[in-house]
């Protein structure tokens, strides 16, 4: 979101400065107003000069900013070793076991990158050396990461990345899961009729970017069914949608009655911890395994891995999937309130701890409030409550707070936005 400088304190002034002049002009900041959090608990950020922020949007720290448990993991683990994979240890091995059991058998090999980009890149790469094939099939609004070749299957990322040529996009599932599958059948035959087969189907099991999309349960099979027939495979793409942030389900996939090819995860894994990685089924790796060796240098290292296994404790021991489920279902109700009283509120949708909220200029055409969706982000941050928008007309409010989010908090951000949708 772009930043204006007109009403923006001197400090802050200051220090994005400083950002441009060291970090140079391709970064970019949300909110007109930056923030500057300088310490971070649970679901809260505390901003240099004290104030508290309701953290509705980062996902990332999926178990909470900070989590005890989570840090003290972390140390433990630096002040004893931190090596890469081509030494024996323990701590890949007892990971690897302890993710690959949240996901159905057929998913027996971990592989283990730092980031989601990497993983998907990953992904994309064992794709191609099991089906000889090139094509790529993405939704028309997708992002998968900053990796050259999967930046060119993120159209999200707009004109600052020409998509690959054996990339085809397809629209979000907004029309059910036949019109989706319909999409995917006219990928598969333009690649077809371009000299081309398909070599997978990539989706964010949510469809986060382009404008989260969740139900009804079920809905991807056939997708899934139709670029299988035509000699690709399905990549689930979970960086955003894992460890139970549906509520309903560990894996956003596992909602649909699937068993994806490949499952790539990103940084969640490790609450913030550069920690990333895929689970695939063994035919499908085999071919990039006999083709070349995989190396990452810290990729699986140990600290990473005493990160994974910590996160895991929390959200076995918080109970935190079933909290998703019960927190998330409240604020979808509280939220579906309000369209009772402002016209802007459109559809809500979501599931879990991940949640869409459309702004409409007109409920009967869905046509996007789009500068109304950015005066709200802003106002919203104003406020000390953080979320950001998605989708292609950016008019969807995104809420995928830390999975630690309570009904308490799930208060605090609907009181605050019907407030801010009043004043509007």
């Known amino acids: 979101m772009p930043t204006s400088t007109s009403a923006i304190p001197p400090a802050t002034r200051s220090l994005m400065d400083r950002r441009a002049r060291v970090l140079g002009p391709a970064y970019r900041l949300f909110y007109e107003t930056p923030l500057h959090p300088v310490r971070g608990e649970g679901v809260w950020l505390h901003d240099a000069d004290g104030r508290r922020y309701l953290d509705a949007y980062n996902n990332v720290a999926s178990v909470g900013?900070?989590?005890?448990h989570v840090v003290e993991?972390?140390?433990?683990?630096?002040g004893v070793l931190n090596t890469h994979t081509r030494y024996l240890h323990e701590g890949v091995l007892d990971y690897a076991e302890r993710l690959l059991a949240t996901m159905p058998a057929e998913l027996a090999h971990a592989m283990f990158t730092c980031t989601g980009s990497e993983a998907n890149d990953l992904a994309m790469r064992i794709a191609r050396s099991h089906t000889k094939a090139c094509g790529l099939i993405v939704t028309r609004f997708a992002y998968h990461g900053v990796t050259a070749s999967i930046a060119e299957a993120s159209p999200s990322l707009g004109k600052f990345v020409q998509l690959g040529d054996a990339v085809r996009t397809v629209p979000a599932p907004d029309g059910g899961g036949a019109a989706f599958a319909d999409g995917v059948r006219a990928a598969i035959a333009d690649l077809q009729a371009h000299g081309m087969r398909p070599a997978a189907?990539?989706?964010?099991?949510?469809?986060?970017s382009d404008g989260i999309f969740t139900d009804p349960p079920g809905f991807l099979a056939e997708a899934v069914e139709a670029v299988r027939a035509a000699g690709g495979i399905f990549i689930a793409d979970e960086v955003q949608p894992g460890l139970g942030r549906t509520g309903d389900a560990f894996w956003g996939f596992q909602r649909h009655g699937v068993v994806p090819d490949i499952v790539t995860m990103g940084k969640p894994l490790g609450a913030g911890h550069p920690l990333a990685g895929l689970a695939v089924q063994p035919e499908v790796l085999a071919a990039f395994a006999r083709e070349c060796r995989y190396f990452n240098t810290f990729g699986g290292n140990p600290v990473s891995m005493a990160a994974g296994m910590a996160v895991l404790d929390v959200i076995e021991r918080e109970g935190l999937m079933a909290n998703a489920q019960r927190v998330g279902k409240y604020l979808r109700a509280r939220l579906t309130a309000l369209a009772a009283r402002h016209a802007l509120v459109g559809e809500v949708r979501g599931a879990g701890l991940f949640v869409g909220v459309d702004l409409?200029?007109?409920?009967?055409?869905?046509?996007?409030?789009?500068?109304?969706t950015a005066r709200i982000v802003n106002a919203l941050r104003d406020?000390?409550?953080l979320l950001s928008s998605t989708g292609e007309d950016a008019n969807t409010l995104k809420i995928r707070p830390p999975l630690v989010f309570s009904e308490a908090h799930a208060d605090l951000l609907v009181d605050t936005l019907d407030s801010v949708l009043t004043t509007l």
Do not use: G, K, W, Y
Request: glycine share 0%.
């Open 383 to 385: 406020r000390q409550v």
């Open 360 to 372: 409409v200029s007109d409920r009967a055409t869905r046509a996007p409030a789009t500068a109304e």
């Open 201 to 208: 189907l990539m989706v964010d099991t949510v469809f986060s």
């Open 73 to 78: 993991a972390i140390a433990r683990q630096a």
């Open 65 to 68: 900013h900070c989590h005890p």
